[in-house]
């Protein structure tokens, strides 16, 4: 582990398969995620009837709702991990720089707030406040923040002790500025790892209110909400459950594999592995 | 010792503070009511019903009634089962989710500790890959898909075990569930371990103990082991956290009547009353799992003693 690992490639090649496919999946897919067609219902996976991965109890292409999954469950991790990147950002940088008082509070905030238990609060967002994606992510992203905060202050504590801030200082510039112009791009790094660290987390969140009921409501789909429709027909359509759990699975794979080898490759010190 | 504890008892009371707040605030602010049937109500039944329930009051009034509830551990009725208090569901549902919760704990320190101690000591072997492959297929596959599968081989195909229903907590019926939720914790301590072991073996303490001629299982067991198990103590604080949210799923899945269950029903159908005693449950647990971990941490190493 002293030298710098490679990338994992194949993990990197899945990804971005999975990704581009999921983006582009209302251009090419011959059939739609939500008309049901009834002479189609149930069909074994062949070539010869283009339904690769077959249909299901509704006659809908598997392959091409799997598809459409993925890209709810993504536009979701992206959304939500950006929210919580933005609130984590701010409140880790406001803290570091600010330092004093303003952190000991800032931090204290976040200390309390570790201990709340979130997928409840989650759960009860999402139910009395309507059924809607936007809310999803506002609500997931609203709660994984915490994580970003702890590592931004961490690094813009350190940033603070170094020349170019006190140079910059000297100069003349407003804290606000410094912050803008010197500190935050030199995050970048740390906070793209944890970007990536924090998607497949909220992949996961996502897929576990879907799986509830509680994600994107039907016809709409995502990778919780398949599963958990698979889960109630195990006896009979064992497909419909493994499919979408393979495919979940290996995406939160994948984007664990690339985020762990971007943490080692930027943050040496954090150790590799846990 | 006494007073480390006391004084982290102490913080912990803002802390229960603001999830109580928060709870109250979330419910209170969202539009509907749990009254809000689809059958229209007599106005004075429904008065009648809000007058019990004290809906009537003023929203700082019904806060505080209630704070004062929860300081004496009286979380109100609920609004959905009519004859049973909070107290009376978190009573019947509570024993089904320690025993799930505890039992799979103890079965991912049963595995995942020595996998992540061979890791380590293995390092770079196909022993240490296998482990750390099944450590992130574990921490990538969460329990509502590790369950269903599990049930649809053990179940449904092998027809070995049951595949769902409490069964009044007969073993056959608890090692499914228990099984599914242990596997992300199997997987997070054997990587932490692994990490931690790693570290430690590397001091110069342990290549002093080598050098004078200590057993290399004497090394091990009495001077590495004990400092490795640090993070791992501490990460079991936050896994808590883990099992008791898990466990909601796992409640889905298999069907078992344990307060995850109460909290879902709860909060589809408005039930106030559930929802805030479950989350201030939940925070709780959180709350005394962190201090004991932290406890537990001071014990095994002096420099963390207050």
Not at chain 1, 253 to 274: E, K
Not at chain 2, 139 to 148: E, F, K
Request: proline share 6%.
């Amino acid at each position: 582990m002293n030298s710098t690992p490679p990338l994992p490639r194949w993990s990197l090649l899945l990804l971005l398969t999975i990704v581009v496919l999921a983006v582009v999946v209302p251009w090419i897919s011959p059939w739609t995620y939500y008309t049901p067609s009834w002479d189609e219902l149930d069909l074994e996976p062949t070539f010869a009837n283009g339904h690769w991965l077959g249909t299901d109890d509704l006659g809908r292409d598997l392959l091409v709702r799997l598809m459409w999954g993925c890209r709810i469950s993504l536009l979701v991790a992206v959304a939500a991990s950006l929210t919580s990147l933005f609130i984590g950002v701010l409140w880790g940088a406001t803290a570091g720089y600010a330092g004093g008082r303003v952190d000991a509070w800032l931090m204290r905030t976040v200390d309390v707030l570790y201990a709340v238990p979130f997928i409840p609060f989650v759960i009860v967002l999402t139910v009395l406040f309507g059924r809607n994606i936007v809310l999803l992510f506002v609500a997931i992203g609203a709660v994984s923040w915490l994580d970003t905060a702890r590592i931004v202050r961490g690094q813009t504590l350190a940033l603070r002790q170094r020349e170019f801030i006190t140079a910059a200082r000297v100069g003349g510039m407003s804290p606000a500025q410094i912050v803008r112009r010197h500190v935050l791009p030199n995050l970048a790094g740390i906070v793209a790892v944890y970007l990536t660290l924090t998607i497949p987390t909220v992949i996961l969140v996502e897929a576990f209110l879907g799986y509830l009921g509680l994600g994107a409501q039907a016809p709409l789909t995502s990778l919780g909400v398949m599963i958990a429709d698979g889960a109630a027909q195990l006896r009979s359509r064992p497909r419909l459950l493994i499919c979408p759990a393979l495919l979940l699975a290996l995406l939160v794979l994948c984007c664990n594999r690339l985020g762990d080898a971007l943490r080692d490759h930027f943050d040496p010190a954090s150790g590799g592995g846990a | 010792m006494l007073g480390f504890i006391g004084k982290r008892l102490l913080v912990a009371i803002p802390t229960l503070l603001v999830i109580i707040t928060l709870a109250f605030a979330l419910l209170h602010a969202a539009p509907g009511g749990p009254f809000d049937s689809d059958k229209v109500l007599v106005p004075e039944i429904r008065a009648a019903i809000e007058a019990r329930y004290h809906l009537d009051e003023s929203v700082p009034m019904q806060y505080l009634r209630y704070l004062g509830g929860v300081v004496r551990g009286d979380f109100g009725p609920s609004f959905q089962y009519q004859d049973s208090s909070v107290n009376d569901l978190i009573a019947q549902g509570l024993p089904i989710d320690l025993t799930i919760g505890l039992l799979a704990m103890g079965l991912a320190l049963l595995i995942g500790v020595p996998l992540g101690v061979l890791a380590a000591l293995r390092r770079n072997t196909v022993w240490d890959r296998a482990a750390s492959a099944i450590a992130l297929l574990g921490i990538s596959v969460p329990t509502y898909v590790t369950a269903p599968l599990l049930v649809l081989l053990f179940a449904v195909s092998l027809r070995w075990l049951p595949a769902g229903d409490w069964g009044e907590g007969a073993l056959r019926n608890l090692v499914l569930p228990v099984v599914a939720l242990s596997l992300p914790y199997v997987a997070y301590i054997a990587r932490l371990l692994r990490a931690s072991l790693l570290d430690v073996l590397h001091t110069p303490w342990v290549r002093t103990a080598r050098a004078k001629g200590m057993p290399w299982r004497t090394v091990l067991l009495r001077h590495a082991l004990r400092p490795a198990l640090l993070p791992l103590v501490a990460f079991l604080g936050p896994a808590t956290v883990g099992v008791i949210t898990g466990s909601i799923a796992i409640e889905t899945v298999f069907g078992l009547p344990g307060i995850g269950r109460f909290f879902v029903d709860g909060a589809f159908n408005r039930d106030y009353t559930v929802v805030m005693g479950v989350t201030i449950l939940y925070g709780v647990l959180i709350v005394l799992a962190n201090l004991l971990a932290d406890v537990v941490q001071a014990l095994l190493d002096p420099r963390m003693r207050p």
